[in-house]
C-alpha cells in the first residue's frame, strides 16, 4: 500500500467576509486514526472539501501523497471520502450504486461485492438505498470509500445514525482500516468515540488549529496531576487547601484536588484525621480535553436564564 500521508499547510479560505480558514495546517499520517474536532463553524467541513478537491483555498496546499487531489489519476484508489451519506440515488440499489461508482474508476465489479461484505450489508445489496436508514446509509457511504482499495480514508461524522451494535462495529472497523496502513481521519462530535478510537487528535477553532496531539498527550495535559478525592469528611477540603491544594467539588462526596501529589494528601488527610475512601489520579476525558480547548473558540453558545 502506497503512503498517502495527507498534509494541509497553511489553508486559508473566506467565503465573503467570513473567513472560513485561517492558517489551517495539520498532518495525517498512515497507520493510525486521526480525530478531527471542533465545534461549528470551526472549519472542519471546510478543510476536508479542500482536500478532496471541492473547494479551492485562497492560500495554502492540501496534498495526498505529495500531490493535490485533482493531480490524481484514479482518485478513488488513492483516498476515498464520506462527506454525506445522503449523497446517493435513492433509486438505486446498494450494489448498483456501488458497481456505478466502480465503473467510473475503472474498477472491477467484484469490489463492490468485496466492500459490501467489509460494511455488513451484503444481505441488503439489493435493496433500494433510498429506503436504508440513516446508519446504513452511513455503511453504504463507507463501502464507497473503500472501493478503490485506498491508503487514505476521510470520514465525515461517521457515527451518525449508529445505533449501539453500529457504534461497536464502526469504532472497531476504524481501528482495523489504521492497523492496516491506511491514514485515516475522522471528524465527529463525539469525543466518548473519538477517545476509545483515535491514536492522534486535531482540535481545531476559528479556522485554525488549537491543538494537535496524541490522545495520550491531551488527556495527561487536561488531568494536570489532578487527585480525586473521595470523602464525606466536610473538613477534608478546609484542610486541603491549608496545605497549600486547591480543591474543587465534583459531585456528591467527591473532590478534585490540584496542587499536592496523591501521595502528599494522603498524607495530610491521615496526619488530621480525617477519613476517606479512595484517592486516585484523575482520569481526564476526551470531552474534558475538548471543552477545555475549544472554550474561546465556540461561535454560538447558549444562555443561561
Known amino acids: 500500500m502506497n503512503d498517502e500521508t495527507i498534509v494541509v499547510s497553511g489553508l486559508r479560505k473566506r467565503y465573503g467576509p467570513a473567513l472560513a480558514l485561517d492558517g489551517m495546517s495539520f498532518t495525517v499520517r498512515p497507520g493510525q486514526v486521526t480525530g478531527f474536532v471542533g465545534p461549528n463553524g470551526a472549519g472542519k467541513s471546510t478543510t476536508l472539501r479542500v482536500i478532496l478537491g471541492l473547494d479551492r483555498s485562497d492560500e495554502g496546499t492540501a496534498l495526498i501523497g505529495g500531490r493535490p ?19 446517493l440515488q435513492p433509486s438505486r440499489t446498494a450494489r448498483n450504486h456501488l ?7 475503472g474498477l472491477p465489479a467484484r469490489r463492490a461485492d468485496e466492500v459490501l461484505e467489509q460494511a455488513g450489508l ?5 435493496r433500494r438505498a433510498g429506503g436504508f436508514s440513516l446508519g446504513m446509509r452511513q455503511r453504504l457511504g463507507i463501502a464507497a470509500a473503500l472501493l478503490g482499495d485506498p491508503a487514505a480514508v476521510l470520514l465525515d461524522e461517521p457515527f451518525n445514525g ?19 496502513g491506511r491514514a485515516v481521519l475522522v471528524s465527529s462530535h463525539l469525543m466518548s468515540e473519538l477517545q476509545d478510537t483515535a491514536d492522534h487528535v486535531v482540535v481545531v477553532g476559528r479556522g485554525r488549529v488549537i491543538a494537535d496531539a496524541s490522545v495520550a498527550q491531551l488527556l495527561a495535559a487536561v488531568a494536570n496531576g489532578r487527585v480525586s478525592l473521595r470523602t464525606a469528611a466536610p473538613s477534608a477540603a478546609e484542610v486541603l487547601s491549608r496545605a497549600g491544594a486547591t480543591v474543587t467539588a465534583t459531585g456528591p462526596d467527591l ?9 502528599r494528601v494522603v498524607a495530610v488527610l491521615n496526619d488530621s ?7 486516585s489520579a484523575h482520569r481526564a476525558s476526551l470531552e474534558e480535553a475538548y471543552f477545555e480547548l475549544t472554550r474561546d473558540a465556540v461561535e454560538f453558545r447558549a444562555v443561561a436564564r
Open 69 to 87: 487531489y485533482r493531480a490524481l489519476h484514479r482518485p478513488l484508489c488513492h483516498v476515498g471520502s464520506l462527506l454525506d451519506a445522503a449523497a
Open 162 to 180: 449508529m445505533d449501539p451494535e453500529g457504534i461497536f462495529w464502526m469504532r472497531r472497523f476504524l481501528k482495523e482500516l489504521a492497523a492496516q
Open 99 to 105: 458497481l456505478w461508482l466502480a465503473h467510473s474508476q
Open 122 to 126: 451484503a444481505s441488503v445489496a439489493r
Open 273 to 279: 484525621g480525617v477519613p476517606f475512601s479512595e484517592v
Open 255 to 263: 473532590l478534585s484536588v490540584a496542587g499536592l501529589p496523591a501521595e
